[in-house]
């Protein structure tokens, strides 16, 4: 049977959290998948959840902090070699927590004007250009 291109995508939440003009990266481990890449704190939404729910899922099982979540930024699609992923970006703030490395290798809040410091899973170039049009030097 054929499968649609929608049936193959893995969807996927990100947190884009921002706090005094900086936004939260964590670092993917080195043995996961694409390890060594800085990405927005989120993952793969299960069977049947909702986005929010997974995202609040994500950010516990990850980092241990809670947010509250503003609205979604943008939908970002992108092909890996290894398939299709969407990226549902959402903008958010800090709601509780202190940031506990549960399953990411290190975390930055990084200043909107110094992302490019930082080798970012290529997917999130949309949301890496939207931040930096937020700095007004
Ligand atoms: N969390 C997150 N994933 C991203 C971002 N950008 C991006 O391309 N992805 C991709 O989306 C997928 C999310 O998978 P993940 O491995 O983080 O999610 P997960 O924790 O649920 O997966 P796992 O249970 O297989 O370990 C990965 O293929 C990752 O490369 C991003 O900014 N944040």
Redesign the pocket.
């Known amino acids: 049977m054929n499968t649609t291109p929608s049936e193959r995508t ?1 969807i ?3 947190a884009i959290i921002i706090d005094q003009h900086k936004v939260l990266l964590t670092l ?1 481990p080195e043995d ?3 390890g060594g ?1 800085w ?6 939404l299960e069977p049947g959840e909702a986005a929010h729910a997974a995202l609040h899922r ?1 950010l516990r ?2 980092i241990d902090i809670r947010v509250d979540i503003d609205r979604l930024l943008e939908s970002v699609h ?1 092909s ?1 070699e290894w398939g299709t ?1 969407r ?1 549902d ?1 959402f903008l958010c703030r800090l709601a509780g927590g202190t940031i506990k490395h549960l ?1 990411v290798a290190d975390h930055a809040w990084v200043p909107f004007d110094q992302l490019d410091n930082y080798r ?5 170039k949309p ?1 890496i250009e939207w931040l930096k049009k937020q700095y007004q030097p």
Do not use: M, Q
Request: with cysteine; charged share 35%; hydrophobic share 35%.
């Open positions: 893995t996927v939440c990100a993917r996961k998948r694409l890449y990405e927005f704190p989120g993952g793969k994500e099982e990850e992108y890996y992923v990226i970006g399953e970012i899973l290529p997917a999130d949301f």
